[in-house]
């Protein structure tokens, strides 16, 4: 079954820029109909959406990050990425990469879905002078 | 911005049924999705498409919804089921949002 693992620095300055990398295993990541998504949480609140991206490159960010982040896909290193620019405190959090299945279904009316179906497991990211 | 309410904490006794909600303007016309993430660990997803269960989730996680409210059961609640749970959707631009968690305690 298909696997994430993410993988950076631990320890980021103030106003420096966090680059995480997650890793897929166990499939690939251009197959099916999947994007490649970042959530974060910082220590004791709730889950945030950051942002998805498709093998192919599209992307979707959460507006409120937007302006700070940037994600790219390596299909033939089978991973995925993310760059948050100048970081502050505020952005200190664990930091998950998940795999979000996507589709057309229908509701009320006929929409497209995203949720997260397999998650890594989280490395925590510290920004600290 | 679009938001999904829970609330902060349900308490019950073991064996007894739980009931976690979520609140948001447009779940009548969107799937909501439940995630339980234990102490130290990463979210699993426990119920998709409202009302759907993943291979390996126990049977007794079930999930429903009815105007602009989901509702996550869980029949006959197990110490080990402890944990956080959070709602899941998307708003109208595909944004992904989270409600903001519920700590379920059973004792």
């Known amino acids: 079954q298909v696997q994430l693992q993410e993988s950076g620095p631990g320890l980021v300055k103030p106003s420096q820029t966090l680059s995480l990398t997650c890793t897929v295993s166990?499939?690939?990541?251009?197959?099916?109909?999947?994007?490649w998504s970042w959530i974060r949480q910082p220590a004791g609140k709730g889950l945030e959406w950051i942002g998805r991206?498709?093998?192919?490159?599209?992307?979707k960010y959460n507006p409120s990050l937007k302006s700070r982040v940037t994600t790219s896909v390596d299909t033939s290193k089978n991973q995925f990425s993310l760059r948050l620019s100048s970081v502050t405190a505020a952005d200190t959090a664990v930091y998950y990469c998940?795999?979000?299945?996507?589709?057309?279904?229908?509701?009320?009316?006929?929409?497209?879905?995203?949720?997260?179906?397999?998650w890594g497991k989280g490395t925590t990211v510290t920004v600290s002078s | 911005s679009y938001e999904l309410t829970q609330p902060p904490s349900v308490s019950v006794s073991p064996g007894q049924a739980a009931r976690i909600t979520c609140s948001g303007d447009?779940?009548?016309?969107?799937?909501t999705y439940w995630y339980q993430q234990k102490s130290g660990q990463a979210p699993v997803l426990v119920i998709y498409d409202d009302s759907k269960r993943p291979s390996g989730i126990p049977e007794r996680f079930s999930g429903s919804s009815s105007g602009t409210m989901a509702t996550l059961t869980i029949s006959g609640a197990q110490v080990e089921d402890e944990a956080d749970y959070y709602c899941?959707?998307?708003?109208?631009?595909?944004?992904?949002?989270f409600g903001g968690g519920t700590k379920l305690t059973v004792l």
């Open positions: 991206i498709s093998a192919s490159g599209n992307t």
């Open positions: 166990g499939g690939s990541i251009s197959s099916g109909t999947y994007y």
């Open positions: 998940a795999r979000e299945s996507s589709g057309e279904t229908v509701k009320l009316y006929y929409y497209y879905y995203y949720y997260m179906d397999v």
């Open positions: 899941y959707s998307t708003d109208s631009s595909t944004k992904g949002v």
């Open positions: 447009a779940l009548p016309k969107k799937y």
